[in-house]
């Protein structure tokens, strides 16, 4: 059946979801072997309500929605090499519905009841059309087979590290390009951080501990020339500070030369708020490389749910907010040492700590798109946000922490 009637077929359904959404996006990382950020996996939160339309309509409208922010016609795919991953079954007539997104950007993920002999041609189809395809919950990676050359992608769940050695062995062997994908994100930070009444600079990395020194040093309103003589005794986040600045997702419109020129651009406000994205990537020995783009596009997430609800001036505010809310886990260092060092505003520590206070409400909604969506329609209900706003700043997080990474060295 052609596209076209396949697409018409679903006006009815497709309709109702489409005057606005309903249901609330859930996003959840997607990792490679070296737990890098490889893709989202996307699905609707729906009201019960909402629960009858049919599973081409419910895709085709997640589709178009997706589409509408991370591929718009004026500027094409907007997450580069990343992926969307979809939960869909062995149906070749939901390809109708993902005709909005590039093809060589998405994955359809099929569990072990699609993966039989008889789901080949299907299968062949979705391949044909340029979609990846990643088999789900297979308790291991199946033998050599017709079935399984059709796979572009194999979950493996939390990533053992014995798991991935012997499929990359396996596949080494049998010459197939298979990707590995943990879908099961754990933080890696060795040794979990135990809490301590003193704090001990010796526990973090001494990039770290430089730019928490910078970031005291704005809070105390300090002469922007002693800010740069300190600054000067890194040559290399020098740099890093000044090319984050000048990226596209943050740059003033003008190249900024100098910590100088910055606080007169920015203001001491804005440039702490880039400190404090440093800060989370300063110590990458300790922490998983998504945990940092988790970081960011938090930080992000929960500045864009407050804007326009609160002053100009808390933006900054929430976006430390975010940030740091995952701090301890980014720098291997109990919150408590960091808020020690960082003396934080007390609006600032209590959504931190409590989710509490003026910001802390949209931590907690910004934090439930990733974890606990059952709870994201009442957090958004009590701040009075719609579907709308809630899936929009959150696909433009999304983004921005895309571009925000490309300031960053790979890793």
């Known amino acids: 059946m052609a596209v076209e009637t396949l697409r018409s077929a679903q006006h009815d359904d497709l309709a109702n979801l489409m005057a606005g959404p309903t249901g609330y996006l859930t996003h959840t990382m997607m990792l490679d072997a070296r737990r890098r950020v490889a893709g989202y996996r ?8 909402q629960g009858k339309s049919g599973q081409a309509a ?4 997640l589709a178009d929605y997706l589409a509408e922010h991370l591929n718009p016609r004026r500027t094409g795919w907007r997450l580069g090499r990343t992926s969307l991953f979809f939960d869909v079954t062995a149906d070749p007539s939901l390809l109708a519905s993902l005709q909005s997104l590039p093809q060589e950007h998405v994955v359809l993920c099929i569990g072990p009841e699609d993966f039989l002999p008889e789901a080949i041609p299907a299968l062949q189809f979705i391949r044909e059309h340029g979609f990846g395809l990643m088999l789900c919950r297979a308790p291991e990676l199946p033998g050599p087979s017709p079935l399984r050359d059709l796979l572009t992608h194999f979950d493996v769940g939390a990533g053992n590290p014995a798991l991935l050695e012997r499929m990359g062995r396996e596949l080494e062997e049998d010459g197939l390009l298979l990707r590995p994908i943990i879908t099961e994100a ?10 301590s009444d003193e704090v001990d600079e010796a526990t973090m990395h001494p990039e770290s501990m430089l730019i928490v020194r910078l970031m005291q040093m704005l809070q105390r309103n300090e002469d922007v020339r002693q800010i740069e003589a300190a600054l000067k005794h890194d040559a290399v986040l020098t740099y890093r500070v000044l090319r984050y600045i000048n990226s596209p997702a943050i740059g003033p419109g003008v190249e900024i030369q100098s910590l100088r020129h910055a606080v007169t651009m920015l203001g001491y406000s804005h440039l702490f708020r880039w400190l404090a994205l440093l800060l989370a990537t300063s110590n990458k020995a300790s922490t998983s490389p ?6 960011i596009m938090r930080g992000r997430a929960v500045e864009l749910m407050g804007k326009g609800m609160l ?3 808390d933006g900054d505010n929430l976006f430390v907010v975010g940030m740091f809310s995952l701090i301890d886990q980014l720098l291997g260092v109990p919150m408590e040492q960091v808020l020690a060092k960082v003396q934080l505003a007390e609006s600032v520590q209590q959504a931190i700590l409590h989710r509490r206070g003026v910001y802390g409400p949209f931590l907690a909604l910004a934090e439930s798109s990733e974890q606990n969506p059952a709870q994201t329609a009442r957090l958004a209900e009590d701040l009075f946000m719609s579907p709308g706003q809630v899936n929009g700043a959150v696909l433009s997080a999304l983004v921005w922490s895309q571009e925000v990474g490309a300031a960053e060295s790979p890793y």
Not at 290 to 295: H, I, N
């Open 58 to 61: 419910r895709l085709t409208a």
């Open 311 to 313: 002053t100009p001036t």
């Open 290 to 295: 998504f945990m940092t783009r988790k970081a």
């Open 42 to 49: 996307m699905a609707w939160h729906e009201p019960a309500a």
């Open 186 to 195: 754990v933080v890696d930070t060795g040794e979990a951080p135990q809490k």
